[in-house]
Protein backbone atom coordinates (compact mmCIF):
# COMPACT_ATOMS: atom_id res chain seq x y z
CA UNK A 1 0.00 0.00 0.00
CA UNK A 2 0.98 3.81 -0.73
CA UNK A 3 2.66 5.46 2.72
CA UNK A 4 2.30 8.61 0.66
CA UNK A 5 -0.24 9.77 -1.82
CA UNK A 6 -0.17 13.05 -4.16
CA UNK A 7 -3.43 12.91 -5.92
CA UNK A 8 -2.25 15.84 -8.36
CA UNK A 9 0.13 15.50 -10.84
CA UNK A 10 0.41 18.79 -11.82
CA UNK A 11 -1.11 22.63 -10.78
CA UNK A 12 -1.27 25.86 -12.42
CA UNK A 13 -1.63 29.00 -10.29
CA UNK A 14 -1.21 32.39 -10.92
CA UNK A 15 1.46 34.31 -10.13
CA UNK A 16 0.22 35.96 -6.70
CA UNK A 17 -2.39 33.42 -6.20
CA UNK A 18 -1.89 31.23 -3.18
CA UNK A 19 -2.28 27.34 -3.69
CA UNK A 20 -3.04 24.07 -1.60
CA UNK A 21 -0.41 21.14 -2.79
CA UNK A 22 -2.46 17.65 -1.49
CA UNK A 23 -0.45 14.82 0.68
CA UNK A 24 -2.06 12.37 2.23
CA UNK A 25 -0.34 9.72 4.18
CA UNK A 26 -0.46 5.88 6.08
CA UNK A 27 1.27 4.82 9.18
CA UNK A 28 0.31 3.16 12.60
CA UNK A 29 3.16 4.72 14.07
CA UNK A 30 2.29 7.35 16.87
CA UNK A 31 5.73 9.68 17.04
CA UNK A 32 6.76 10.43 12.80
CA UNK A 33 7.61 13.24 10.67
CA UNK A 34 6.28 14.64 7.64
CA UNK A 35 8.11 16.80 5.16
CA UNK A 36 8.38 18.66 1.93
CA UNK A 37 10.69 19.09 -0.55
CA UNK A 38 10.93 21.48 -3.62
CA UNK A 39 12.82 20.07 -6.74
CA UNK A 40 13.59 22.63 -9.47
CA UNK A 41 14.48 21.38 -12.62
CA UNK A 42 18.47 21.82 -11.75
CA UNK A 43 17.13 18.33 -10.05
CA UNK A 44 17.97 19.08 -6.32
CA UNK A 45 15.91 18.99 -3.58
CA UNK A 46 15.64 21.69 -1.17
CA UNK A 47 13.90 21.36 2.11
CA UNK A 48 10.67 23.40 2.49
CA UNK A 49 9.01 22.49 5.81
CA UNK A 50 8.81 19.78 8.46
CA UNK A 51 5.88 18.92 11.05
CA UNK A 52 5.96 16.19 13.44
CA UNK A 53 3.36 14.28 14.76
CA UNK A 54 2.94 15.77 17.99
CA UNK A 55 3.04 19.45 16.71
CA UNK A 56 -0.20 21.00 17.77
CA UNK A 57 0.79 24.14 15.75
CA UNK A 58 1.01 23.29 11.93
CA UNK A 59 4.63 24.91 10.50
CA UNK A 60 4.95 27.72 8.34
CA UNK A 61 8.50 28.77 6.71
CA UNK A 62 7.92 32.57 4.94
CA UNK A 63 5.88 31.55 2.28
CA UNK A 64 5.42 27.94 3.11
CA UNK A 65 2.75 26.61 5.67
CA UNK A 66 1.75 23.04 6.26
CA UNK A 67 -2.21 22.27 6.95
CA UNK A 68 -2.19 19.06 9.51
CA UNK A 69 -4.65 17.08 9.82
CA UNK A 70 -3.53 14.41 11.86
CA UNK A 71 -7.02 12.88 12.08
CA UNK A 72 -7.79 12.77 8.57
CA UNK A 73 -3.94 12.13 8.02
CA UNK A 74 -2.88 14.55 5.69
CA UNK A 75 -0.76 17.44 5.52
CA UNK A 76 -1.41 19.73 2.99
CA UNK A 77 1.45 22.21 1.70
CA UNK A 78 -0.19 25.75 1.38
CA UNK A 79 2.35 28.43 -1.01
CA UNK A 80 0.77 31.68 -0.52
CA UNK A 81 1.40 34.85 -3.00
CA UNK A 82 2.95 32.51 -5.53
CA UNK A 83 6.11 33.09 -7.46
CA UNK A 84 7.34 32.44 -10.87
CA UNK A 85 10.94 30.34 -9.13
CA UNK A 86 8.10 28.59 -7.62
CA UNK A 87 7.72 26.38 -10.65
CA UNK A 88 9.03 22.94 -9.56
CA UNK A 89 8.19 19.45 -8.45
CA UNK A 90 7.12 18.81 -5.03
CA UNK A 91 7.40 15.81 -2.89
CA UNK A 92 5.31 15.07 0.38
CA UNK A 93 7.52 12.83 2.34
CA UNK A 94 7.02 10.91 5.75
CA UNK A 95 9.93 9.47 8.30
CA UNK A 96 8.14 6.67 11.26
CA UNK A 97 9.74 6.38 14.14
CA UNK A 98 10.24 2.46 14.04
CA UNK A 99 11.53 2.68 10.57
CA UNK A 100 13.22 6.72 11.20
CA UNK A 101 16.17 6.10 9.19
CA UNK A 102 14.38 5.41 5.99
CA UNK A 103 12.22 8.14 4.10
CA UNK A 104 9.10 7.27 1.95
CA UNK A 105 8.42 9.89 -0.58
CA UNK A 106 5.02 10.47 -2.54
CA UNK A 107 4.74 10.56 -6.50
CA UNK A 108 5.06 14.01 -6.39
CA UNK A 109 3.37 17.12 -7.75
CA UNK A 110 3.72 19.40 -10.46
CA UNK A 111 3.47 23.07 -9.93
CA UNK A 112 3.41 25.26 -12.60
CA UNK A 113 3.12 29.57 -12.25
CA UNK A 114 1.63 31.20 -14.54
CA UNK A 115 2.73 34.82 -15.25
CA UNK B 1 30.06 26.61 3.51
CA UNK B 2 28.14 23.44 5.16
CA UNK B 3 26.42 21.37 2.60
CA UNK B 4 26.67 17.77 0.93
CA UNK B 5 28.72 17.44 -2.52
CA UNK B 6 28.18 14.76 -5.34
CA UNK B 7 30.89 14.02 -8.46
CA UNK B 8 30.38 14.01 -11.12
CA UNK B 9 27.11 15.78 -12.10
CA UNK B 10 27.02 13.76 -15.04
CA UNK B 11 28.26 9.92 -15.38
CA UNK B 12 28.45 8.34 -18.75
CA UNK B 13 29.08 4.06 -18.35
CA UNK B 14 29.33 1.65 -20.51
CA UNK B 15 27.20 -1.67 -20.47
CA UNK B 16 29.79 -3.80 -17.54
CA UNK B 17 31.34 -1.45 -16.21
CA UNK B 18 31.18 -0.27 -12.28
CA UNK B 19 30.88 3.16 -11.94
CA UNK B 20 31.58 5.06 -8.77
CA UNK B 21 29.72 8.01 -7.12
CA UNK B 22 30.79 10.31 -4.78
CA UNK B 23 29.32 12.00 -1.46
CA UNK B 24 30.56 14.24 0.84
CA UNK B 25 29.05 15.89 3.87
CA UNK B 26 30.85 18.42 6.12
CA UNK B 27 27.87 19.21 8.09
CA UNK B 28 29.38 16.47 10.81
CA UNK B 29 25.94 14.47 10.55
CA UNK B 30 25.62 10.56 11.46
CA UNK B 31 23.14 9.29 9.04
CA UNK B 32 23.78 9.15 4.98
CA UNK B 33 21.62 7.98 2.53
CA UNK B 34 21.36 6.91 -0.92
CA UNK B 35 18.14 7.16 -3.45
CA UNK B 36 17.21 6.82 -7.26
CA UNK B 37 14.96 8.79 -8.96
CA UNK B 38 13.61 7.79 -12.48
CA UNK B 39 12.13 10.36 -14.78
CA UNK B 40 8.69 11.87 -13.09
CA UNK B 41 8.92 9.22 -10.30
CA UNK B 42 9.75 9.90 -6.67
CA UNK B 43 12.88 8.70 -4.94
CA UNK B 44 13.81 5.42 -3.93
CA UNK B 45 16.10 4.58 -1.13
CA UNK B 46 19.31 2.36 -2.48
CA UNK B 47 20.67 1.82 0.82
CA UNK B 48 21.57 3.95 3.97
CA UNK B 49 24.17 4.44 6.81
CA UNK B 50 23.70 5.52 10.56
CA UNK B 51 26.89 5.65 11.42
CA UNK B 52 30.61 4.55 10.17
CA UNK B 53 31.36 1.53 9.33
CA UNK B 54 27.69 0.32 9.31
CA UNK B 55 25.05 0.43 6.29
CA UNK B 56 22.13 -1.17 5.52
CA UNK B 57 19.79 -2.12 2.56
CA UNK B 58 16.85 0.09 1.32
CA UNK B 59 14.28 -0.62 -1.01
CA UNK B 60 16.23 -1.75 -4.65
CA UNK B 61 20.04 -2.12 -3.35
CA UNK B 62 20.39 -5.21 -5.93
CA UNK B 63 23.30 -3.85 -8.24
CA UNK B 64 24.41 -1.46 -5.86
CA UNK B 65 27.29 -1.49 -3.33
CA UNK B 66 28.63 1.42 -0.45
CA UNK B 67 31.01 1.83 1.74
CA UNK B 68 31.48 4.05 5.04
CA UNK B 69 34.48 4.08 6.28
CA UNK B 70 34.54 8.00 6.96
CA UNK B 71 32.06 9.96 8.77
CA UNK B 72 31.82 12.56 5.85
CA UNK B 73 31.71 10.14 3.13
CA UNK B 74 29.45 7.53 1.36
CA UNK B 75 30.21 6.48 -2.02
CA UNK B 76 28.10 4.32 -3.92
CA UNK B 77 29.51 1.60 -6.65
CA UNK B 78 27.06 1.12 -9.55
CA UNK B 79 27.95 -2.50 -10.51
CA UNK B 80 27.49 -4.51 -13.59
CA UNK B 81 24.74 -6.28 -12.22
CA UNK B 82 22.05 -3.22 -11.96
CA UNK B 83 20.45 -4.13 -15.22
CA UNK B 84 19.01 -0.74 -15.91
CA UNK B 85 21.16 2.15 -14.03
CA UNK B 86 20.31 5.01 -16.30
CA UNK B 87 18.49 7.68 -13.58
CA UNK B 88 19.50 10.31 -10.94
CA UNK B 89 21.00 9.92 -8.02
CA UNK B 90 21.09 12.18 -4.96
CA UNK B 91 22.66 11.21 -2.01
CA UNK B 92 21.35 12.85 1.25
CA UNK B 93 22.41 13.06 4.99
CA UNK B 94 20.74 14.01 8.57
CA UNK B 95 21.76 14.53 11.94
CA UNK B 96 20.96 11.45 13.29
CA UNK B 97 18.19 9.00 12.08
CA UNK B 98 15.35 10.48 14.59
CA UNK B 99 11.76 11.33 12.64
CA UNK B 100 12.37 14.73 13.64
CA UNK B 101 15.43 15.18 11.94
CA UNK B 102 15.31 16.61 8.30
CA UNK B 103 17.49 15.17 5.47
CA UNK B 104 19.49 17.44 3.38
CA UNK B 105 20.41 16.12 -0.31
CA UNK B 106 23.02 17.41 -2.24
CA UNK B 107 23.09 18.27 -6.12
CA UNK B 108 22.85 14.69 -7.56
CA UNK B 109 24.39 13.04 -10.17
CA UNK B 110 22.94 12.05 -13.10
CA UNK B 111 24.26 8.20 -14.56
CA UNK B 112 23.54 6.98 -18.58
CA UNK B 113 24.56 3.90 -19.72
CA UNK B 114 25.59 4.04 -23.44
Known amino acids: AQKITQTQPGMFVQEKEAVTLDCTYD???????LFWYKQPSSGEMIFLIY??????QNATEGRYSLNFQKARKSANLVISASQLGDSAMYFC????????????FGPGTRLSVLP | DGGITQSPKYLFRKEGQNVTLSCEQN?????MYWYRQDPGQGLRLIYY???????QKGDIAEGYSVSREKKESFPLTVTSAQKNPTAFYLC?????????????FGPGTRLTVL
Open chain 2, 92 to 104: ASSRTGLSTDTQY
Open chain 1, 27 to 33: TSDQSYG
Open chain 1, 51 to 56: QGSYDE
Open chain 1, 93 to 104: AMREEIYGQNFV
Open chain 2, 27 to 31: LNHDA
Open chain 2, 49 to 55: SQIVNDF
